[in-house]
């Protein structure tokens, strides 16, 4: 869905998907956000929401990212405590 409509749930973009299966469940409220007319949840919104509101309500699994020095650059994968400070450590440089 990339007019990225969160009013209209018969197509629906990857954040929208865990909006609709998460908003609600144990406490957890997502905020909503305006871009480009449109109220829509980014990843970056839910990585913050992850990191500042609700760290209790989400397990960290793991982290990957390309590895371009790798043949075919194949994804580096960080789980457990190295994987949650890339995550957090890649947010700080966002802002």
């Known amino acids: ?10 197509r629906q973009v990857c954040t929208e998907v ?5 908003n609600g469940v144990n406490g957890i409220d997502l905020p909503l956000r305006r ?3 449109h109220v ?12 500042e ?6 397990e960290f699994v793991l982290y990957a990212e390309e590895a371009p020095r790798r043949p075919g650059h194949r994804a580096h994968v960080l789980d457990g405590q190295s994987g ?12």
């Open 1 to 10: 869905d990339f007019r990225f409509d969160f009013a209209d749930s018969s």
């Open 53 to 58: 509101e609700r760290p209790e309500a989400f």
């Open 18 to 22: 865990i909006y609709r299966s998460l």
């Open 84 to 95: 949650m400070r890339r995550l957090e450590e890649l947010m700080q440089k966002g802002r």
């Open 40 to 51: 829509t949840l980014s990843a970056d919104d839910l990585i913050t929401y992850w990191l």
């Open 35 to 37: 871009r480009g007319g």
